[in-house]
């Protein structure tokens, strides 16, 4: 039986709605539910990950800007505590799932990894490795992603020299050296 946090069960789904505060309100009127939880994506009013309880249960939930852009059919995702998720994601993609981020620790206390399968669900398989209090999950998330965003992008390539058709190089001028009209084309 994998090591599932306490007021979890093994299957939690997930989704990602156009305006998180807008969903919440209206599950909690219309299902009862219960916020247990709200990180917003650092330096946003954007919400990164949101728990609620409907019953007894979970759900996750974030604004669709969090979402990468998603391969086409990508309508539900499940998040699923196993014994060990690299087992679990090795078999699945063995399956015929495709791999969308390989078994990593998370700043929140899982070991976790992401597989499609092709009817159009994503898969999120994780290993429960510790307790990670509010304050350290915060730090942790805001640590992330600054790091992501100070990442340097790859140098910018340099345009190839086209070739004429008498096999000379054409001139390729910067955009900046061409008159002021032209740079509004």
Request: charged fraction near 25%.
């Amino acid at each position: 039986m994998p090591k599932v946090p306490q007021g979890f069960h093994t299957l939690t789904p997930q989704i990602a709605v156009s305006n998180g505060d807008k969903a919440i309100a209206l599950y909690k009127q219309a299902l009862g539910a219960k916020e247990t939880r709200r990180m917003l994506l650092p330096g946003t009013d954007k919400i990164m990950h949101a728990a609620l309880e409907i019953g007894d249960s979970k759900l996750f939930l974030s604004d669709r800007t969090m979402q990468k852009k998603e391969p086409k059919g990508i309508g539900s995702a499940f998040y699923v505590y196993v014994e060990d998720v690299d087992a679990a994601h090795k078999r699945a993609v063995a399956a015929g799932m495709s791999e969308m981020m390989a078994p990593m620790g998370m700043f929140w206390g899982d070991r976790m990894s992401a597989v499609n399968d092709r009817f159009g669900h994503r898969w999120c398989f994780a290993t429960h490795t510790r307790e990670v209090g509010v304050a350290e999950m915060r730090e942790a998330a805001q640590r992330q992603f600054a790091a992501a965003k100070s990442a340097k992008k790859p140098p910018a390539k340099k345009p190839k020299a086209k070739k004429t058709s008498k096999n000379k190089e054409a001139v390729i001028t910067p955009r900046s050296s061409l008159p002021s009209r032209w740079n509004k084309i």
